[in-house]
Nanobody, 124 residues
Framework: VQLVESGGGSVQAGGSLRLSCDVS????????MAWFRQAPGKEREGVAT???????TYADSVKGRFTISKDNGKKTLDLQMNSLKPEDTAMYYC????????????????????WGQGTQVTVS
């Protein structure tokens, strides 16, 4: 496993959580990294992406509330989630492709090769 998420948990609506993905073991050169989420009974959906130049994209449902970032020193991919809503409840995954892709939150999960094990976020 080359990607390892942490930071999930349970929080009340309006609260905040910060997810982190350890990417230190990811050895491929990639132009994009992403956070996805999957709620029970729903398809996996892109939440946010960040490319090698630091450009970010977000799903409409999280714009203005979530912030994706990279820490090159700590070798982590982070997702700051504020103003959480019950509909944000899902398993959250970090992901990366092993090849160049269009780096956008609307790119389907099939284009990503490496996935973490996921971390659960529950908002009540």
């Amino acid at each position: 496993v080359q990607l390892v998420e942490s930071g999930g948990g349970s929080v009340q609506a309006g609260g905040s959580l910060r997810l982190s993905c350890d990417v230190s073991r990811f050895t491929y050169s990639t132009n994009c990294m992403a956070w996805f989420r999957q709620a029970p009974g729903k398809e996996r959906e892109g939440v946010a992406t960040i490319d090698s130049d630091g450009r970010t994209t977000y799903a409409d449902s999280v714009k203005g509330r979530f912030t994706i970032s990279k820490d090159n020193g700590k070798k982590t991919l982070d997702l700051q989630m504020n103003s959480l809503k019950p509909e944000d409840t899902a398993m959250y995954y970090c992901a990366a492709p092993r090849h160049h892709i269009r780096c956008s939150s609307d790119v389907e999960s099939i284009w990503y090769n490496e996935w973490g094990q996921g971390t659960q976020v529950t908002v009540s």
